[in-house]
Nanobody
Framework: QVQLVESGGGLVQAGGSLRLSCSASGRSDSVAVTGWFRRAPGKEREGVACMASSGGAPKWADSVKGRFTISRDMAKNTFYLKMDNLDPEDTAVYFC?????????????????WGQGTQVTVSS
């Protein structure tokens, strides 16, 4: 496992943007696959986006395709979720997660390191 520390949440108006960051410490192979998940009030945790450092296309939830971008700075061991054109439906606590492996998926099973969560609130 690695320690993941998130930052970047906050309050934004609909149509605005935010960038979440997740800084990882520990073995690099334990963050070979990185993902973002969210939990809205009264809803189950939902996979938002993921990517694998070994290559392959990132994966997205249909609800965020074209609006959210996942990226990673290998030198800083930090990965990001850029969220554009935010909608009130995007309001949730966002979590970053990581695991070893070569391919990513949008279900939380298998991710063994998690950030503490950061609140994103989108006002209408």
């Amino acid at each position: 496992q690695v320690q993941l520390v998130e930052s970047g949440g906050g309050l934004v108006q609909a149509g605005g943007s935010l960038r979440l960051s997740c800084s990882a410490s520990g073995r690099s192979d334990s963050v070979a696959v990185t993902g973002w998940f969210r939990r809205a009030p009264g809803k189950e945790r939902e996979g938002v986006a993921c990517m694998a450092s070994s290559g392959g296309a990132p994966k997205w939830a249909d609800s965020v395709k074209g609006r959210f971008t996942i990226s990673r700075d290998m030198a800083k061991n930090t990965f990001y979720l850029k969220m554009d054109n935010l909608d009130p439906e995007d309001t949730a606590v966002y979590f970053c997660a990581a695991r070893d492996g070569t391919s990513c998926h949008l279900v939380p099973i298998g991710y063994d390191s998690w950030g503490q969560g950061t609140q994103v609130t989108v006002s209408s």
